[in-house]
């Protein structure tokens, strides 16, 4: 049993910098997994530390949650698909939310009328954000998994109850801050707080779904730190701060990869707003031109330089094996292959990139869009799979369009362009893509898979 | 646990911000999806205080809370770790260095 406060304080300043090293193995792909077990260890260390602590009984009940808890979360791990992946990390965004709200519960069930004022402020924000988080990602998660319409559900005056909602729970926090030392203010706070996180969450349509997820990240990241200041933990402070510091910048990044402000996306319901706008495109006469897989076939065996852009689409078609053979085929015949990953391909932030690196692709091959967009002209085919809005030219050119100034894969500078896509219809934004009729660009028509199947065969035969 | 001076828990905070940001500006786009499940298992370390509640609780309702947030944190940990370790297994150069 560890009593000596200063003992504790040193174990878990360890587990702080095992965090912290976690991080930074991160910043290269050849060191991350040996930085997840660093942060395992740190995790280990501070468990250990937190049971070894003077006083601590309930053994049988900790064991239990703790077993419960951990065959929930090993088999979550383990079986998931990594398409599913945006859902598994709102799953387990939403249960640390959750657990956050619940200490902070506790806490003031146990302390209550022994409070400091700062403890009461941590208990209030730590229940808010927690339980926001926790709904929120609850329905992020339907959402995703498709228990829920992705489509945005909304309403009117929705805006201005969801504001009420928040100023209620708000107001009740206040009202605890001020002296009032009621548990079910508490509760009060904390049921209003859930339903605020469903609503919240609720019109904010399936595209969006990479902002809200590094929001909610960020947001339990800020509830466990809050949790520091109630149970006076420099660990959970700063723990928790990373993991706000992190789902910010991420959400930042999103946000602004799909030229949006992250008030627009939370508020704005997309797609209700724009696809008014957008329709009026001016018909030039010219029309997208169709292709076979054999002449792709041709023109590839044909091309030193072949850059692949996939879309979330070529995941929908579970495509990646097969998008991994025929860039196999192509480099044994000597050509140059590259995958070119737009920062919102997917779900979620670097989701394409783990879907690939499923596929057996090198992540050497994978090329982040800064990287990649001043080869296109140098490249002889582009191959655009399941993608659409991220390689519209108009982002650049047309200043009335809603994409305007989103950054994107410049694949139109390309000598040639294959487009593979099942219709011609419009991609998320709900806008027509002048890629498609550039003299440059031919197109593929049909599901990605079956395509691409039909091209391996094409290359081989040619 | 110890009293700890709340200007003391503050600068601590306020330099993890700075830190995180610090840290996190240098991880590729390419990790992205592992750096937020990376980041998701380190929230987990909510478990301390799910334990310590539960661990310090005498009454039936501290008992019952802090057992579902034992089970939520935990799940959380694991989990995340898991997961995240999954997908980083996956993450490979190409056999035969060409480069």
Known sequence: MISDPDVVGLLYLVSIVCFILALRFLSSPKHARKGNWVGGAGMVVAIATTLALDGISNWGLIVAGGLIGSIVGVVGARTVKMTAMPQMVALFNGVGGGAAALVALAEFHVSSGDLAGEEIVSIVLSALIGSISFAGSMIAFAKLQELLSGRPIVYAGQNILNIAVLLGAAALGIALIAGVDEQWVLVGLIVLALVFGVMFVLPIGGADMPVVISLLNAFTGLAASATGFVLNSLLLIVAGMLVGASGTLLTLLMAKAMNRSVANVLFGAFGQVKTGTAAARVDDGRTARATSAEDVAVQLSFARKVVVVPGYGLAVAQAQHDVRQLAELLEEKGIEVAYAIHPVAGRMPGHMNVLLAEANVPYDQLKEMDEINPEFPQTDVALVIGANDVVNPAARSDPASPIYGMPILDVDKANSVVVMKRSMAPGFAGIDNDLFLEPQTTMLFGNAKDSIVKLIAAVKAS | ?99
């Not at chain 2, 830190?19 to 996190?24: D, N, S």
């Open chain 2, 1 to 99: 646990m110890t009293d700890i001076d709340l200007v003391v828990e503050l600068t601590v905070l306020v330099l993890a911000i700075f830190l995180g940001f610090e840290v996190i500006a240098k991880v590729p786009t390419m990790l992205h999806t592992p750096l937020m499940s990376g980041t998701n298992f380190i929230h987990g370390i909510v478990i301390v205080g799910a334990i310590t509640v539960l661990g310090f609780a005498d009454d039936g309702f501290t008992r019952a809370i802090g057992f579902v947030a034992m089970v939520l944190a935990s799940a959380n940990v694991v989990g995340g770790w898991f997961v995240t370790d999954r997908m980083l297994e996956m993450f490979k150069r190409r056999p035969e260095e060409r480069k």
